[in-house]
């Protein structure tokens, strides 16, 4: 994975060797590793607006990162399985997570709280993403191909898209669905 600072100055990658690696994107050198997982590397995301990264691991660890001085800040072990995926909000006070246990975790950073544990994937969670304007609402994809919307102040679950394909091969209309999904 590869993920560009807010400053477009900087780039982070991770990779197998257990490390993220920092670079420079106009010298192309590498300006800090940083050490710490202790397994694959399988994301990693640039905070919005800050000097701070995130990183997921084989070892369900997800890790944020001074990219500057290369040192651990925190390390949060919610997860039971490999961390596919974590993704900052727009706002940078949230970063959502997705594992291979089938869950969804948002963390609230301001406090490295967990404000939620979204189980409702029957498979690994293998994508995330916020939404452009409703900054409490996100999108997650499990490896069958599953993908859902969520409002995580609501707590609700808007549809699942597997649902929409039903809906659409039994012509029934999404708002009569909307309404069993609440």
Known sequence: ALSFAPTDAKFATCSDDKTVRVWDFKTQKED???????????????????????S????????LWNPRTGKCIVSL?????????VEWNR?????????????C????IRMINEEL??????????????????E?????????????????????LFISFHTLIQILLEN???ENTRRSCK
């Open 32 to 54: 800090a590793k940083l050490d710490g997982h202790g397994w694959d590397v399988k994301c990693v995301c640039w905070h919005p607006q800050k000097s701070l990264l995130a």
């Open 56 to 63: 997921g691991s084989k070892d369900r660890i997800v890790k």
């Open 77 to 85: 072990e919610s997860h039971k399985h490999t961390v596919n995926h």
């Open 91 to 103: 706002n940078g006070k949230w970063l959502l997570t997705a594992s291979r246990d089938q869950q």
């Open 105 to 108: 975790k948002l963390f609230d």
């Open 117 to 134: 544990d979204a189980y409702f994937h029957e498979s690994e969670v293998t994508s995330l993403a916020w939404h452009p304007i409703h």
């Open 136 to 156: 409490d609402m996100f999108a997650s994809g499990d490896k069958f191909g599953h993908l859902y919307v969520l409002s995580f102040r609501a707590f609700r």
């Open 172 to 174: 029934r209309t999404i």
